[in-house]
């Protein structure tokens, strides 16, 4: 296992922004995945378990921690039959979408274009098109504080809207916190290291894998008509709302009170509120991580002003602010 020092976080996120993390190890297999923890008591710091960095934002300052980026042995997909799966953490969510669209199972194949791992898809209960990846899952091994390996039924993993037990921790600065970007802890030391799956043969539901790859397709080209794909961005920045306001009550999304505020298109420094999609914030160039922060935070306060609505960032930040 190889442990870098100093490492940029800017070149393992999708805003392209952060500072150095302290230490940065790969962990492709169990063995090393317990060294890296097992280095981080040693050095009396905290660990963050990091996927594809495509919902995080980490500080200027960087990390005063050790990243621990899985990969190797927990990327493994195994088919268990009759549309049976257990994935590893490390996963590319597209990739296991995909890879059982083509076996003609339905239930996660419009999770797809999702960019982030299988653990923070798992995280986060990950969503889109009328998916969650928790209505699919019977069950997640984990790792816990103390080194056993666990494993978890569906029952016991509190999966609601962006939830489960794994996110119930608060924001601590400096500390572990994972989300879609990750491979997944929670305040109780718990990683996530696989989850297993159970989903349905298209044919049940009187469709084909040509039927599943067409709506994929259709949900694709949404995604491409309306986010901003070709500039930095960690996706969402704002969980959809429970309720509107007063005067719109049926409207949940964030987006829409952020457009009605008038704050597509707004900046601070090089971050913006994307005009294609007011629910993204963007790296427009050059921005800074607490350029986009201070806009995350400018935008809750703006629409809270107008709408009386308080958002609820999406995005995990991750050091010191």
């Known amino acids: 296992m190889v442990i870098l020092e100093n490492e940029p976080m800017s070149v393992h996120t999708s805003f392209k922004v952060g500072g150095p993390a302290r230490y940065f190890a790969k962990a492709s297999s169990m063995e090393s995945l317990k060294n890296a923890l097992s280095f981080a008591r040693e050095k009396h710091l905290p660990h963050f378990i990091l996927g594809n960095g495509t919902n995080l934002l980490v500080s200027d300052k960087g990390y005063d921690g050790v990243i621990i980026s899985l990969a190797g042995d927990f990327s493994e997909i195994m088919d268990l039959g009759n549309g049976k799966f257990k994935v590893g953490a490390a996963t590319p969510l597209g990739r296991f979408a995909r890879h059982t669209l083509k076996q003609g199972y339905a239930g ?40 056993n390996i666990r494993e978890l039924p569906a029952a016991e ?6 939830r489960s037990v794994f996110n119930y921790c608060k924001e601590i600065p400096g500390h572990a916190s994972t989300a879609l970007s990750t491979g997944a802890g929670d305040d109780n030391g718990k990683i996530i290291l696989a989850a297993t799956f159970q989903l349905q043969n298209a044919c049940s539901q009187g469709l084909t894998a040509a039927d599943l790859e067409a709506e994929l397709a259709e949900c694709m080209a949404k995604r491409k008509a309306t986010q901003p794909l070709n500039m930095p961005n960690a996706g969402s920045t704002f969980k959809r709302l429970e309720v509107g306001a007063a005067e719109t009550p049926t409207q949940v999304a964030p987006g829409y009170y952020i457009e009605q505020a008038g704050l597509k298109g707004y900046r601070i420094g090089s971050a913006e509120v994307s005009t294609l999609h007011a629910n993204f914030i963007v790296n427009a160039g050059g921005a800074t991580a607490q350029d986009i922060k201070d806009l995350s935070e400018y935008v809750q306060n703006k629409v809270s002003e107008k709408f009386r609505i308080e958002l609820k960032r999406e995005i995990i930040l991750l050091g010191e602010f």
């Open 108 to 147: 996660i194949h419009k999770l797809a274009g999702i960019p982030g791992t299988l653990g923070g898809a798992v995280y986060m209960n990950a969503g889109a098109y009328g998916q969650e990846i928790g209505q699919a899952c019977t069950g997640v091994t984990v790792l816990d504080a103390v080194g």
């Open 157 to 162: 993993c509190g999966f609601g809207y962006r």
